[in-house]
């Protein structure tokens, strides 16, 4: 273990003495590096005394997702800075043989994977109220957290160790290098997008997925996107309390809706009810059996409803933006291709759109 290596796991002891509850993201925002690198500290340390065993696995991403069904029923967790999404459930018919992207598509793991950005993977074991909790934990390039799987205590605990030891590394190493984030691309001005051409595109759309490829045929980046849509409610601005209210009246009405939580390597998606609302320390929370999802509200700072074409029908979604201009989470109404939207979920969207729009 190198000099700078010690440095940064003694100064993680330090700030874990000074704030016991601290999460590894906070702590390496705190300490001016990446979750990736304190992680890493703990390779070859025992489960013991509060700390985490970690072990470095090969980055051979695709085979291993293809092995996580034998886990049986895990928790899968996918976040950024501003929303934390966590689905319980078997992930089945996975898409994993092209290089840059894969799919995982069940009722209960939905998720879109984006290879790319892929960099090291590791197996932790934790102690959680002086029991076991085991993980495999993906990470991007830059260190952040691209996703992550818990076992419950409805998984099968020996094909977790049995996965874990075939692709356990031969490095080894206390030390993780990683990159530094990848800045926004440059947004052109609004006077050199044709935005005639890009209106009639939005307009023309058959199909929802093929609105980021439109995004970038016509150079816009997804928040200029919308402020230049075409005129009507195609998109429209409303308050940053919006998911708040959405999600409440859909809970009310047990109106089942799609959330969809993101970075960049993962997409994940939960369909169905919420029932559980409630509120801890600035974060506004849906806290259900299978689901749960966790939203910093100052976080949010724009939120739009906004209205695509597709298949001759109209997909309503409320999408949520962070300062950087990211989409931090996107709400819809459960559909299916060729089945309409919900009339509730339409009736809810209206409605809180007359009363938070600005």
Known sequence: MTTAAITLKEKWAQLKAENPHIRIRNAAEALDSSEVALLATQIGELAEKGKNKVTRLKP????????????????????????????KGIYLN????????????GEDIDLRIFFTSWDSAFAVQESLRGEPRYSLQFFAKDGEAIHKIYLTTKSNEDAYHALVEKY???????????????TPDTELADAEIDVKGFQKAWLELKDTHDF????????????????????????????????????????????PIMVFVGNQGMIQIHTGEVRRLLDHEGWFNIMDPHFNLHVKESGITSSWI???????????????????????????????PGIPELQTWRDIVSEVEAASKI
Do not use: W
């Open 212 to 255: 980021f490829g439109m995004l970038r045929k016509f150079k816009v980046s997804r928040t200029q996107a919308l402020r230049l849509a075409p005129a009507g409610n195609y998109a429209v601005p409303v308050s940053n309390d919006a998911l708040r209210n959405i999600v409440t009246k859909a809970a009310e009405t047990q109106t």
């Open 60 to 87: 051979e991403f695709q085979n291993i997702l293809k092995e996580v069904e034998s886990l049986g029923y895990v928790m899968a967790l996918t976040r950024n800075n501003e929303v934390v999404h966590e689905r």
């Open 168 to 182: 356990t590394s031969e490095d080894q190493s206390a030390e993780q290098s990683f990159g530094a984030p990848k």
């Open 94 to 105: 996975p898409e994993l043989e092209n290089p840059h992207v894969g799919l995982f598509v």
């Open 306 to 336: 906004v209205r695509k074409p597709a298949e001759g029908d109209m997909v309503t979604a409320l999408e949520c933006f962070n300062e950087k201009g990211e989409i931090i989470v996107q709400l819809f109404g459960k559909r299916k």
